[in-house]
């Protein structure tokens, strides 16, 4: 038994992703209610694509986020689907 490896039909993976990123000039603007449905939508997100989230801070000035994507969807397209919505 593999401990901490997920599976689908064709790869075994722990990948694991240290996402960062902050508003336009690093503005203060992620507190409140708008910190509060940013979480609720990064999570409905996470679980629309099959993604786990393991940590999520938000910061009035930069989101931190770490999660785990299956590499064949890519850790590209989970960033542009969460920072799209």
Request: proline share 4%; charged share 30%.
């Amino acid at each position: 038994m593999m401990l901490g490896y997920k599976s689908n039909k064709n790869v075994v993976y722990s990948s694991k992703y240290h996402v960062i990123w902050c508003p336009k000039f690093r503005r203060k603007v992620l507190v409140g209610d708008i910190a509060k449905r940013l979480e609720e939508i990064m999570r409905k997100t996470a679980l629309k694509y099959r993604a786990e989230i393991s940590a999520l801070e938000i910061v009035p000035d930069q989101v931190h986020l770490l999660c785990e994507v299956d590499p064949q969807f890519g850790i590209h397209r989970f960033v542009k689907n969460i920072k799209g919505v």
